[in-house]
């Protein structure tokens, strides 16, 4: 059993750099990992098949944190 196993890690700008590696350990760990990107919808869609060659589902969601309305239910 992972440490992370049936929890679930919400990541925001996870496209590149540190989010990237954050997400990256949460999904070794055996998180489900959602992802959020601003601009590289090819970077994510890569990210999001690294996390699922990991074991976990993934997801890549673009949205801005700091802009309200993209993330407004």
Do not use: C, P
Request: proline share 0%; hydrophobic share 40%; no cysteine.
């Amino acid at each position: 059993m992972k440490l992370l196993d049936n929890k679930v890690a919400i990541v925001t700008g996870a496209s590149r750099g540190i989010g990237e590696a954050i997400a990256l350990k949460f999904a070794e760990q055996g998180a489900q990992v959602a992802v959020t990107y601003v601009s590289s919808d090819e970077k994510a869609k890569v990210l999001e098949e690294k996390l699922k060659a990991l074991g976990v589902k993934a997801k890549a969601y673009k949205s801005n944190a700091g802009i309200h309305e993209d993330y407004e239910t």
